[in-house]
């Protein structure tokens, strides 16, 4: 097939502080096999140099479409300026700190070419690699041929999505552009992309997993998967409005059960970061599923809501209680006898002592 005959692919590379990353994340767009792609790239308003790199890159190779954002709008609003410009049928989500493989886009185009309009989206395996890009693991698990171990669902993805099951691995996503705009695009009050257009698209169109291993996702602490378990952190109020609009999307009581299982997911991560605000509003949500509370659920709530606990402070004091008692147990069973002790509560490293330590420990 000639390139002409190719469909066009737009690939929106999204920006904000990551003028370490950016330009490899550009040039692993530039170095693709398939060359029918339009490239925009927007920037969120970063304060680092990330502005002055991709004006030099995008003059460089001359990239025409840019967005560069005078005031921080977020990944959703700043996606959706460059879809209402994207000329491709297909369009990929692009961090700028990610990393497309050389066959990416044409491995992409080709399989989502075997399918009609009511496949929405496309996803792949990738790896997850640290800020140098050594291998962590990989989304799915691989065997010796790189294909996944296990059998990864296909097709008709709402029950799993809902229910919070890891199927979709984000960084090796590819959508139909006329079903994002038909559906709005992300949703702009969103703190992050994907979930909330995942269950409105998923409802009625179809996902199909391609098993090869097409994306590297660098996993860093400045990451929105580990700022889920930061304090005062906006992410679990937006899911919250997520799970609101899958339950008004559900349409039986197993859908609401599978529900059940990722709304007190987040419910505990409310309670371990305190979230106080979110958590009346989670427990509301899970009544409304008509399934009661389980006993775990039910003494987080009271012990770390309700009564105000710390639950990082709780289990601190937990391990040094658990020590204590148990050195005080080892010096009425063990008096004159080596022992282990614990000699450190926070890692919990053994250590045997000396006879002379043991002397003078044991007459303390």
Not at 258 to 265: A, D, F, S, T, V
Not at 327 to 335: D, E, G, M, S, Y
Request: charged residues 25%.
């Amino acid at each position: 097939m000639s390139i002409s005959e190719n469909p066009l692919v737009t690939i929106v590379c999204l920006c904000y502080n990551h003028a370490k990353f950016v330009e490899e994340s550009l040039f692993s767009v530039m170095n693709q096999t398939y060359k029918n792609i339009e490239l925009i790239i927007v920037d969120d308003a970063s304060p680092d140099d990330s502005q002055d790199i991709i004006r030099a890159f995008a003059q460089k190779f001359g990239i025409k479409k840019l967005v560069l954002n005078t005031q921080n709008l977020g990944n959703c609003k700043s996606f959706n300026k460059a879809l209402k410009s994207a000329k491709g049928k297909y369009i990929i989500d692009l961090a700028a700190d990610d990393i497309l493989l050389p066959n990416s886009v044409e491995k992409q185009v080709a399989f989502f070419e075997q399918f009609d309009e009511k496949t929405a989206v496309v996803f792949s395996n990738g790896a997850d690699v640290d800020e140098n890009r050594k291998l962590l693991n990989y989304f799915f698990p691989v065997n010796n041929d790189g294909k996944s171990k296990i059998v990864n669902k296909t097709g008709d993805l709402y029950g799993d999505l809902i229910a919070g099951n890891r199927i979709i691995n984000a960084t090796g996503v590819m959508m139909r552009t006329s079903n994002m705009r038909d559906t709005g695009g992300y949703n702009e009050s969103a703190a992050y992309e994907d979930i909330d257009y995942w269950f409105r698209t998923s409802r009625d169109y179809l996902f199909h997993y391609n098993d090869v291993i097409l994306c590297e996702k660098r996993r860093l602490t400045t990451s929105l998967a580990y700022q889920f378990n930061l304090k005062d952190n906006k992410l679990l109020f937006s899911a919250l409005n997520d799970f609101r609009l899958a339950f008004s999307l559900n349409k039986s009581k197993e859908e609401d059960q599978l529900l059940y299982k990722k709304i007190r997911r987040y419910l505990w991560r409310s309670i371990l970061v305190e979230d106080y605000e979110s958590v009346p509003q989670y427990i509301e949500l899970l009544k409304k599923t008509g399934k009661s509370l389980d006993i775990f659920s039910w003494l987080m709530i009271t012990f770390f809501f309700k009564l105000k606990i710390p639950i990082y402070w709780f289990f601190k004091n937990l391990v040094h209680l658990r020590t204590f008692v148990q050195n005080k147990l080892t010096r009425i069973l063990f008096p004159t006898k080596s022992i282990h002790l614990w000699q450190n509560s926070s890692d919990f490293t053994k250590r045997i002592l000396t006879p002379e330590e043991l002397k003078g420990w044991s007459n303390a």
